[in-house]
């Protein structure tokens, strides 16, 4: 009787967790497909808020955050390397190496590398994933002291976002579907990304 109950209360929460994060996600692909709402938002200079929006770049970067770190729960801890290196960089160039060296992302052992920290790197296949994530932990710093940011600026950065949030999405289903199939846990995944052009 104690088991079915707690795994009714598992899938309800599982369904609810799904329909939640799937709202979430939905919001935030509209968010970044909408150019003059995302200009709005980088424009305004406070980006907590926005009166008339229930999502914000600030929310966004927010939400990047608590996805790399329930990745890094369910064993990814090298993205969480990777991701808290780039943050810690404080230039969008990095040295690249052309010693054989292990990629956090992949575990591959490869020539070529993208030195991230002092003892992390990543293949240069991943410098595109790399040079996003940068701009979109770093936009604050970059902006500041503008008065405005031009549309071109706006749509590198709305680019840059697109990106990352594929990316960890693709990661996070990855994950999601790796656990249902092991009932290791009732994970429910998030929507699909959308099926349109690359973003990135």
């Not at 980088?42 to 990745?71: T, W, Y």
Request: proline share 3%; hydrophobic share 40%.
């Amino acid at each position: 009787m104690l088991a079915t109950c707690k795994g009714m209360m598992m899938s309800q929460t599982s369904v609810m967790f799904k329909e939640k994060s799937e709202s979430l996600l939905m919001q935030y692909q509209e968010f970044l497909a909408d150019a003059d709402r995302f200009s709005r938002a980088l424009h305004k200079h406070d980006d907590n808020s926005l009166a008339e929006d229930c999502v914000s770049i600030q929310g966004l970067l927010a939400l990047f955050d608590m996805v790399v770190d329930m990745l890094s729960e369910c064993g990814l801890r090298n993205l969480k390397s990777v991701y808290v290196a780039i943050k810690k960089h404080t230039s969008v160039h990095f040295e690249q190496c052309n010693t054989w060296q292990t990629c956090h992302l992949s575990g591959v052992n490869a020539r070529g590398c993208i030195k991230l920290g002092d003892s992390v790197f990543v293949q240069r296949q991943h410098a595109k994933w790399v040079l996003c994530l940068w701009l979109c932990l770093h936009m604050k710093d970059q902006e500041r002291g503008r008065s405005s940011v031009p549309d071109s600026d706006a749509n590198v950065y709305r680019s840059a976002m697109q990106c990352v949030l594929e990316q960890l999405h693709g990661a996070y289903s990855h994950v999601a579907n790796h656990f249902k199939k092991n009932n290791l846990l009732a994970w429910a995944p998030l929507a699909p990304p959308p099926t349109n052009d690359d973003p990135c």
